[in-house]
């Protein structure tokens, strides 16, 4: 790979002089001072004018500075609340068509006093070609930069001393004069380029900008519609656009539900296996299922791929066997791409020489996929489908409960369980969860049913339907604790919407219900809960502390013996919250249960582990441990992996037996080492994993990095407990190695662990473990000559405690 200098737009919109502008082909191996590239203008809109970035109010952020990096040039960019970003557009600084990248040091400097939050991220992004465009005063009006790098290992603490960082970019082809746009910020991957990094303390060191050519180290093979026949061949009413594609060349495109118009590109490689990938130019009038066939061997396997996302980005569509002829062939049917009078775009498929997957060991690999996926079209649907089948996922969450609103159809043909939730508005006419159901069962995925509890209104929003819970019962909503004197909660004590209160045994019945129409009336394979806690945002008591509703407090005090407003931090009014959200997870198992005892529940927690139990209310450990649920996804959300290593140990510790305790992913934001966290995951002994969410993975680059932490396809879990009673465990007391000690056995015939209680009558003796299938022990201290008498107990399939007792004699083993 070669090093090439950047020549700077100057202050007129005119190329600066430099080694790029005069020769094209020189390869010149000395960076470009980066202030050099930035004007300190603070009027973007103008004509030609370039340099500081606004945001939606005409705040500037971001002024930069001239500064030192490693005692070389470099530009400052300081904070002022939201350190959007700067940019800069190099003229024609693209030499020769091929394939590049950016290379930039960069630091990120705060300062500890006043760092309240710190920085979140902070990356480096490129567009080039015609997408090196000016941007305007609010940026949200055009779309992110794809390409990019992320300064990695950044957290809500001083960050100093990750010290300075090489950001590289990721690939990205260009053509010979093509122009540059190089940006720096907060968040370059979406339109916005805020990312939220709230309010810090410091500044941002960008030294030296390199463009750095990469060679084809891959040995990958492109197939261009450019290339004409025999290696790319059209049939049918294919029109040659006069916009840029791949390398600078032209493609095709094609009114979808045309019967004739397919377009076919083949190569002849080296026998093996390979990856395939396809680029486009998206658009907002492209097919959102355009259909795909891989073909190789006499075999072929059907794609489709949203064209509407990942503009000029290689997109993978699966994998094929070249091994016996060697020969690919890859085709674009518009007739069979969704929806009808959209557009197919033909433009160049890449073979990358890859590895044929094989079978790893069964684990939890969910995608999440959510309202804000484009659930509307079937066609959107499908492709999602088909990317999540290729990347080797093995379920699919999709959002069937968002905010009191269905993206099913409630009462679609059984109304065992009334529901008269409205409609989300999200989805249009479509039924989203059949479509899942039908097009997932068809690629072997389990599709569950995701389905947000508590939380019932999105932000301060006001349901107009007469049939949303908020409307229907307002009486149901919780109530936050305002300093003794409890006041119905509202987004202004939680912004994140209006809650249900956990407590009422009204609303923990109209849940299961809900739960209950989904499972009768679809095909589901599980359901999987979020938002199944109380509101919490500050994790303060005094503050933010909920759960106050009348009723509530009055069955508290009952039970307790207690008068007046309980105390935020009273030990057993914080119990009291737990229960509720246990029992509430306790009674949609058990109605999931009488319908189907196959179906799956699972659950995705916060991943604080003290605030989930000490401020939501979630004690997940217990509901494991208590059977009321199958399994677990605390929602561990840190780029920070020595973070994020610490933060499962934890969990790990807080239970240990065989229902399935995974971990949910940060895939939504950029600079998150996703594959090797999986692997961490994976190595500490975690059942699985869901990176949260899908429609942002592919943008970020993290869809690669999942298929590459799952080498191979996996089954589900065993989860032998599922629609099985719990045989009756046994009790002996048996000899020991010392005389001064008492030994019992705990033999569990069941295929998995059992949680046990023991206690020795006549003493404060007691313990608790997970008794696995077959022997194991316990012992006590004792006098030499008395025996002991112990007890165990643990609960059936139904929760009902069950009890043995045995003796144990001092007997030494001989």
């Not at 992996?641 to 229902?659: I, K, P």
């Amino acid at each position: 790979m070669a090093l090439l200098a950047l020549a700077a737009l100057g202050p007129a919109g005119c190329t600066s002089e430099g080694p790029l502008g005069a020769h094209d082909d020189a390869l010149v191996e000395t960076p470009v001072d980066t202030f050099a590239a930035v004007a300190q203008a603070n009027h973007p809109e103008s004509a030609g004018a370039y340099g500081v970035w606004y945001d939606a109010t005409h705040n500037t952020f971001g002024t930069p500075s001239r500064s030192t990096l490693a005692g070389a040039p470099a530009m400052r960019i300081d904070d002022g609340g939201f350190a959007n970003g700067v940019y800069t557009i190099y003229r024609a600084a693209i030499p020769a068509d091929g394939t590049y990248q950016i290379s930039v040091p960069v630091q990120v400097v705060e300062t500890g006093a006043t760092s309240t939050n710190g920085i979140r991220a902070f990356q480096v992004g490129v567009a080039v070609g015609s997408t090196a465009r000016h941007r305007g005063p609010n940026p949200s009006s055009l779309p992110g930069l794809g390409v990019s790098a992320s300064y990695t290992g950044l957290t809500t603490a001083d960050d100093t001393a990750l010290g300075p960082q090489t950001l590289v970019t990721g690939e990205f082809d260009a053509h010979a004069g093509d122009d540059l746009l190089i940006a720096f910020g907060t968040d370059v991957t979406s339109g916005t380029w805020s990312a939220g990094s709230a309010t810090w303390g410091g500044h941002v060191l960008v030294g030296a900008i390199t463009l750095v050519a990469a060679g084809p180290s891959d040995g990958s093979t492109i197939v261009d519609d450019d290339d004409g026949a025999p290696d790319f061949v059209q049939q049918g009413a294919w029109t040659v656009s006069g916009g840029i594609g791949h390398g600078g060349g032209h493609y095709r495109f094609a009114s979808s539900g045309n019967a004739t118009s397919v377009a076919t590109w083949e190569a002849t490689v080296e026998p093996g296996y390979y990856d395939v990938q396809v680029t486009y130019r998206a658009g907002a009038n492209r097919a959102t299922a355009a259909h795909y066939t891989i073909e190789s061997n006499g075999t072929s396997v059907s794609t489709s791929v949203n064209q509407r996302t990942r503009d000029q980005q290689w997109v993978y569509i699966g994998g094929v066997d070249a091994s016996a002829t060697g020969v690919v062939r890859v085709t674009l049917s518009a007739a069979q791409s969704l929806p009808v009078g959209s557009v197919a775009i033909a433009d160049a498929v890449r073979l990358v020489p890859g590895t044929s997957p094989g079978v790893d060991e069964p684990e939890m690999r969910v995608a999440a996929v959510t309202v804000f996926d484009g659930l509307s079209d079937v066609g959107a649907i499908q492709s999602i489908i088909d990317e999540i089948a290729a990347h080797r996922y093995n379920a699919i969450a999709v959002h069937t409960r968002y905010r009191g609103d269905a993206t099913y159809i409630p009462n679609r043909a059984d109304a065992t369980y009334p529901n008269h939730e409205p409609r989300s508005t999200a989805v249009g006419d479509v039924d989203v969860l059949a479509e899942f159901i039908a097009r997932g069962h068809a690629r072997g995925l389990k599709i569950f049913a995701y389905v947000n509890t508590h939380l019932v209104t999105e932000g301060a929003a006001s349901p107009s339907d007469p049939g949303h819970v908020v409307n229907a019962h307002p009486e149901w909503r919780t109530y936050a604790y305002n300093g003794g004197a409890p006041v119905v909660q509202t987004p202004a004590h939680d912004p994140e919407g209006m809650w249900l209160e956990p407590a009422l045994p009204d609303v923990r019945e109209y849940l299961a219900d809900v739960v209950g129409d989904i499972a009768t009336n679809y095909e589901i394979d599980g359901v999987i809960l979020d938002r199944i806690r109380y509101p919490q945002t500050a994790f303060t008591r005094e503050n933010r502390d909920f759960g106050y509703h009348p009723e509530a407090i009055e069955r508290f005090n009952r039970r307790f013996h207690r008068r007046g407003v309980p105390s935020p931090r009273d030990a057993d009014w914080i119990t009291f919250r737990q229960e509720a959200i246990t029992d509430t997870v306790a009674a949609i198992h058990r109605r999931l249960e009488r319908i189907d005892g196959d179906l799956i529940l699972l659950a995705y927690p916060i991943g604080r582990l003290t605030d989930a139990r000490q401020f939501n209310y979630q004690d997940w450990p217990t509901w494991m441990t208590e059977g009321a649920i199958d399994g677990v996804l605390p929602q561990i959300y840190t780029a920070d992996n020595a973070a994020f290593a610490t933060s499962l140990a934890a969990h790990a510790e807080a239970y240990g037996g065989d229902r399935l305790l995974g971990v949910t992913l940060d895939a939504f934001r950029a600079g998150v080492d996703l594959s090797g966290q999986i692997e961490t995951a994976r190595l500490a002994g975690f059942a699985g994993t869901s990176p949260f969410r899908h429609g942002t993975m592919g943008d970020l680059g993290y869809l690669e990095q999942a298929r590459a932490a799952w080498p191979g396809y996996a089954e589900w879990p065993a989860m032998p407990w599922k629609n099985a009673r719990v045989e009756r465990l046994e009790l002996r007391g048996v000899c020991a190695d010392d005389v001064t000690r008492r030994r019992f056995r705990v033999s569990n015939p069941n295929a998995w662990s059992i949680p046990v209680e023991w206690s020795i009558v006549g003493t404060t003796d007691e313990g608790a473990y997970f008794a696995p299938p077959g022997d194991s022990f316990y012992e006590v201290a004792a006098d030499r000559l008395l025996p002991r008498v112990s007890l165990l107990t643990w609960r059936n399939e139904r929760r009902i405690q069950l009890t043995a007792a045995a003796i144990a004699l001092p007997r030494r083993c001989r």
